[in-house]
């Protein structure tokens, strides 16, 4: 089955620096990638929708100078949390969404990254 | 009121039980997804469907539009099977305006 990948799985960083999260689809080419937040105990919530090319969309109350958005090529994203600080800690997600050449259509999850701000 | 509402929140079970986890939702929507999340958080994807039924094994989903309902469940279940499982719905009319909403999750433990 396809597989998207994100890197790193975990990061601990200090309070005001900046965090990159890669995430990749190692066997399909996706016109469309999402990052989802995910806070303890609760429901995973969609922060920007990217399509390759063009810039993010972004959700109500997501800053999007805080948290930058580059889909450079159909097979990577990229998000950057820019000057963490302990309220950004939390689980980030990135799914892709391949559509197939039938106009059958699923979307794929990362297994996710931890980020610990100090 | 949540758009995606998940029933029961932690659930319980000995092996070998045949699990229900249900899921009601309040919005028009194109598919509904379950999906798997194990502890650490990594998230697989079960089913997709718009409408009828699907089965995978030991998993079956199925979904009634009319009443916007969907049901999982796991038959024999195994402690293996012990995760959380998530019921998101998708709407929109596909590329930046597709998105899903995702309910809490119910905690499945199966005990031994």
């Known amino acids: 089955g396809a597989v998207v990948s994100q890197h790193p799985s975990w990061v601990i960083c200090k309070s005001g620096t900046s965090v990159k999260i890669e995430c990749r689809s190692l066997d399909f080419q996706a016109t469309t990638m999402f990052w989802y937040r995910q806070f303890p105990k609760q429901s995973l919530m969609l922060m920007a929708t990217?399509?390759?090319?063009?810039?993010?969309?972004?959700e109500q109350g997501v800053e999007k100078d805080k948290f930058l958005i580059n889909h450079a090529s159909l097979t990577l994203s990229t998000l950057t949390v820019t000057s963490a600080h302990p309220e950004d800690s939390s689980f980030y997600i990135c799914?892709?969404?391949?559509?197939?050449?039938?106009?059958?259509?699923?979307?794929?999850f990362g297994p996710g990254t931890r980020l610990t701000v100090l | 009121k949540n758009e995606v509402e998940q029933s029961p929140q932690n659930l319980t079970a000995q092996e070998g039980e045949f699990i229900t986890i249900n899921c009601s939702y309040s919005v028009g929507i194109s598919a509904l997804h379950w999906l798997q999340q194990h502890p650490g958080g990594g998230i697989v994807s079960l089913f997709m469907l718009s409408s009828g039924k699907k089965k995978h094994g030991r998993l079956i989903a199925t979904i009634n539009i009319q009443e916007k309902h969907s049901s999982l469940h796991i038959t024999a279940s195994h402690p293996r099977d012990s995760a959380v499982y998530i019921c998101a719905v998708r709407s929109g009319s596909g590329g930046s305006n597709y998105k899903l909403t995702f309910g809490k999750g119910t905690l499945l433990t199966v005990n031994p």
């Open positions: 990217s399509n390759e090319g063009s810039k993010a969309t972004y």
């Open positions: 799914s892709a969404w391949r559509l197939g050449a039938s106009s059958y259509n699923e979307q794929f």
